[in-house]
């Protein structure tokens, strides 16, 4: 069967649900959508923004108000839910919600199977943003390998790194820009390549450029002109991946700096 995932930073729930979200995903109904950068707090969400299309929320905010902050939203009832990976440091920013759908059912395709919504740090804004950015990397890796060890999962998530030249309009003017330095795009290689992730987009489309892009800066006429980047991805593991059935980029509207990521896959849930 069937089984849809969304992936979306709203750069602030409630600002994307103003923007249109709302109605675009009960017309999409995906079975999950992870959202990154919500700005919120569950005061904020409680009873307003915590179903979306028919989808349960679940969240992981930031301490920090008005900061970062991911949620799930799932149409099945996970066995358990995640919250943070682990970092004193990283969890206090509300980074990573993990749902498990866990089960001994034979018509399920995985028994141990989560998905994830991630949200990496930017290191744009001043070189102690990207020192923090490089320590996130650094500790999230061995933990996905831990994961990987255990269980199929996929990972939805503004990842904030553009892996190749491919991945972004204006490449050699970003050589030495945060999300396209060569120690970020080295981490990303050495997750695809050694680590065995898929990134599901590219497995799909691997020579899309201009079609691929996830994120338009503000400023100017970025998106008019289509200046953007792919930092938005799904990376799972082989098996879950191996089921990816059509990967594409949703630009028709727009609900945040960032556009939507949806990837069919072809697994039953049951």
Same mark, same amino acid.
Request: hydrophobic share 40%; glycine share 6%; charged share 25%.
């Given at each position: 069967m069937a089984f849809k995932l969304v992936s979306l930073n709203v750069n602030g729930i409630r600002s994307a649900a103003r923007k249109g979200m709302l109605d675009w995903a009960q017309s999409e109904s995906p079975d999950c959508m992870g959202l990154q950068e919500l700005k919120a707090r569950a005061d904020d969400v409680a009873g307003t923004l915590d179903r979306v299309a028919g989808l349960q929320g679940h969240f992981h905010f930031a301490q920090k108000k008005g900061y970062s902050g991911v949620g799930l939203f799932t149409r099945h009832e996970p066995s358990d839910v995640i919250r943070g990976f682990g970092s004193e440091e990283f969890d206090a920013e509300g980074r990573w919600v993990e749902v498990r759908f866990d089960t001994t059912s034979r018509k399920r395709s995985f028994k141990k199977l989560s998905i994830i919504s991630?949200?990496?740090?930017?290191?744009?804004?001043?070189?102690?943003?990207?020192?923090?950015?490089?320590?996130?990397?650094?500790?999230?890796?061995? !933990?996905?390998?831990?994961?990987?060890?255990?269980?199929?999962?996929?990972?939805?998530?503004?990842?904030? /790194?553009?892996? !190749?030249? /491919? %991945?972004?309009? *204006?490449?050699?003017?970003?050589?030495?820009?945060?999300?396209?330095?060569?120690?970020?795009?080295?981490?990303?290689?050495?997750?695809?390549?050694?680590?065995?992730?898929?990134?599901?987009?590219?497995?799909?489309?691997?020579?899309?450029?201009? =079609?691929?892009?996830?994120?338009?800066?503000?400023?100017?006429?970025?998106?008019? *002109?289509?200046?953007?980047?792919?930092? %938005?991805?799904?990376?799972?593991?082989?098996? /879950?991946?191996?089921?990816?059935?059509?990967?594409?980029?949703?630009? $028709?509207?727009?609900?945040? =700096? !960032?556009?939507?990521? /949806?990837?069919?896959? $072809?697994?039953?849930?049951?």
């Open positions: 991630c949200y990496f740090p930017s290191g744009s804004s001043s070189e102690e943003r990207q020192l923090a950015k490089f320590r996130f990397l650094a500790q999230l890796y061995p !933990h996905l390998q831990k994961l990987k060890a255990e269980r199929e999962f996929i990972l939805l998530g503004d990842v904030n /790194i553009a892996h !190749h030249e /491919i %991945d972004l309009k *204006n490449w050699k003017g970003n050589l030495k820009n945060s999300g396209f330095l060569p120690e970020e795009r080295a981490w990303m290689s050495a997750l695809l390549g050694q680590g065995g992730w898929v990134d599901v987009y590219r497995s799909l489309h691997p020579d899309t450029t201009d =079609d691929c892009y996830t994120w338009w800066s503000n400023r100017g006429q970025a998106r008019a *002109n289509n200046v953007g980047w792919r930092i %938005d991805y799904q990376i799972a593991t082989p098996g /879950i991946a191996a089921k990816a059935r059509a990967a594409r980029v949703f630009k $028709d509207h727009r609900f945040s =700096d !960032h556009a939507p990521l /949806i990837v069919d896959y $072809d697994v039953s849930t049951a």
